[in-house]
Every structure is written in C-alpha cells, then in structure tokens.
C-alpha cells in the first residue's frame, strides 16, 4: 500500500517554531462511539496518528521535544478492562514502533509515575530509552502513569528527603532546584500545549511545564487528528505575542 501524499510542512522563521510541543491524545471513546465500536478501537486508531505527529514534528525542523499523553494517573478510574487493554497496548506500540522511531533518530523517553505502572510497560520503556539514549533528533516523551500533581508531590518527597538528611538547605530551595527532582529534569518548558477533542482544560498535564505554554485547542478527536492540525496548530502559535509578564510601550518618551 502506497503512503497517501503528505502536506508539507509550513515555512515559518525558526524562532517561531516550539521548541517543546505538549500533546494531549485525546477523543479517542468518543470517536469510536460515534461509530458503533468499543472504545478501544478510538485508541488503536490513535497509534498511527502518533507516529503521524513525530513525523510532523520532524518535518517542522526546530521542534526538539514532544510529549505525548497516554496515560494519566486520573485513567486508573477508567473500567478495569480499559485500563488492561491501554497498559498492553502502551507495552506494544513500544515495542511495535521502537525500531522505526531509532532509525529516525528519534530519542524516546517515558515520564511517569513507578508504582501501579505495569511491569512489562516499564521494560518496554527501559529497552525504548536504551535504544535510543544517543540519538539527536525529536525527543519523544511518553508520558503514561504521568499526572502533573504526582509529579510535583514526587518532587517534593524526593527534595524534603534530602533536606531532612542535610544536602540541601530550604532557604536555598529556588525553581531551578525543583525542576532537578521532576520526572525528566532535562525536560524544558512547554511552549506549545496542544489539545485535540474539543475538551478546553489540561487534566493534570506537565502543570510545572506549562506555565507560560501556548494553549490551542482543536474540535478534531484524536483519531482523525493529521499532519495538518499540526501544522495549523503551529501556525497559531507562530502569531502569538509571547510576553512572559513583561510589556513594552509604544508611545513611552
Ligand atoms: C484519550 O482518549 C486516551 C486516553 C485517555 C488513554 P479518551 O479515551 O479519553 O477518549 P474520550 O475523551 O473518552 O473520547
Ligand atoms: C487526558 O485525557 C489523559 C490522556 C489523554 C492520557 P482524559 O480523557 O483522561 O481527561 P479528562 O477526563 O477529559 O479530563
Ligand atoms: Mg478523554
């Protein structure tokens, strides 16, 4: 089968691509339910539309990292097949889409809490992360078992622990301190925060990262979101006025 012809990328001035595009995948219940069909079957559709949004990113040039939410730590509360068939699933589209990812120089990466998280899962992230540690290109985080309260309460027992055995000193704790002890520490803040479904908040994704993001948000769910929304989402943010609390004035003397 012939891949369908892609659109191509949009030209825009480097300084205005993200550096760090957060994706929240989500749509995937309602699309299939929509159509009659369990909702596993929105998600299955979701694994190329993924592999889609790397291969956008690598075409846009200039985006570095892309986190992509799989899993939450809220969807514990989903039905207990859901939950089983979305950690075998995250297991497999690992291992499904390593190789390919490797040779595109794709580095990829999980964030995460540990605990709950199935073990097959965190082998098949441990190997992807292996695999891939050296490559250069788009880093891919792969955020399941992630919520961004866990993160920063993790933070918090891991910084208090080394305050409590003397490392540390709490009045030296500063925002750069904190991000020491989040999941990836190497992680650089959101600058794009993409929502796909019509949904307009962030449930509990990258809240440490996403202070100053981007937030655009698109009616597509997850399943039929394309290159295309990408790229339309990153035209949007191509025409903000990023200020990050400063301002200039025109007509000051
Ligand atoms: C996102 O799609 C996938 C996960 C949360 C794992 P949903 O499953 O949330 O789909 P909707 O939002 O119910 O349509
Ligand atoms: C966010 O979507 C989590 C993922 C996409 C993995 P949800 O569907 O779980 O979030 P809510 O329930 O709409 O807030
Ligand atoms: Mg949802």
Known sequence: MTEPTQPSPPQIDPEFIPRHIALVMDGNGRWAQERGLP???GHRRGESVLMDCVDACI??????????????????????SEVRFLMGFSRDVLRRHRDELHEKNVR????GRRPRLWRSVLR????????TRANTG????????YGGRAELVDACRALAADAAEGRIRPDEVTEQ???????????????LFLRPSGEKRTSNFLLWQSAYAEMVYQDTLFPDFTRQHMYDAVLEYAKRDRRFGGAVDKFAK
């Open 59 to 80: 075409a846009l040039g200039g985006v570095e990292w892309l986190s992509a939410y799989a899993f939450s730590t809220e969807n514990w509360r989903r039905s207990h």
């Open 39 to 41: 909702r596993t079957e």
């Open 108 to 111: 990829i990466v999980w964030a």
């Open 177 to 191: 301190t904190l991000t020491r002890y989040l999941y990836r520490p190497d992680m650089p803040d959101v600058d």
């Open 124 to 131: 098949e992230l441990e190997a992807a992360e292996e695999l």
């Open 138 to 145: 788009v880093t891919l985080a792969m955020c399941i078992n």
